[in-house]
């Protein structure tokens, strides 16, 4: 799985709060199943939901939503186009632990494609393995790029921009 390192990278990256204290930002995956099929080629599907736990985080909610989203239009666009997938795309939790920090949780639903090609200058048998790129959503347009993000007038956080071929296996 390449996608819960990106996606903490990039949010290491915009956020402030974890620049300086990288450990405040956990992430688990759960609830995840293989989807392979018996053909003659040799590839499968990851399916999983990552859970990404911001502790006793003191920024506004919408520096880390937006963030997630950039992300999600360059590496899973399909759960923000999709009517269906919409709906329970991205779920979260919070526990106020102050009246100045929050335990947040976001759940993502995330699927990898794997696929095995021959390796060229490889023994007899050899194959790579390959995560395939995120395929354009339908709605997929060049677009200003974000790189950051503020609310009244202060920056919430900021990144730099995503290269067009960042998504996994470009």
């Known amino acids: 799985m390449i996608k819960p390192p990106s ?7 915009a956020l402030p709060q974890l620049r300086r204290k990288p450990e405040d930002l956990m992430m ?3 609830d995840g199943h293989i989807a392979a ?3 003659k080629a040799l590839a ?3 399916h999983y939901t990552v859970r990404l736990i911001f502790c006793d985080y003191g920024g506004h909610p919408d520096a880390v939503m937006g963030p997630v989203l950039v992300w999600l239009r360059a590496h899973q666009s399909e759960l923000l186009h ?5 709906k329970r795309a991205i779920r979260f939790d919070a526990e106020y632990l102050s009246s100045k920090t929050m335990d947040l949780v976001l759940e993502l639903d995330l699927t990898e494609a794997v696929v095995a090609r021959p390796k060229q200058d490889g023994p007899a048998g050899s194959f790579e393995l390959h995560h395939r790129a995120q395929p354009p ?3 997929d347009m060049p677009t200003d790029a974000i790189t950051a993000l503020y609310l009244n007038g202060q920056q919430l956080a900021a990144w730099p921009a995503l290269p067009s071929s960042s998504a996994p296996g470009a």
């Open 7 to 13: 996606l903490r990278d990039h949010l290491t990256a």
């Open 28 to 30: 688990f995956i759960k």
């Open 37 to 39: 099929t018996g053909t």
């Open 44 to 46: 499968w599907q990851w």
């Open 82 to 86: 999709n009517p269906e997938t919409q």
């Open 137 to 139: 959503g339908p709605h």
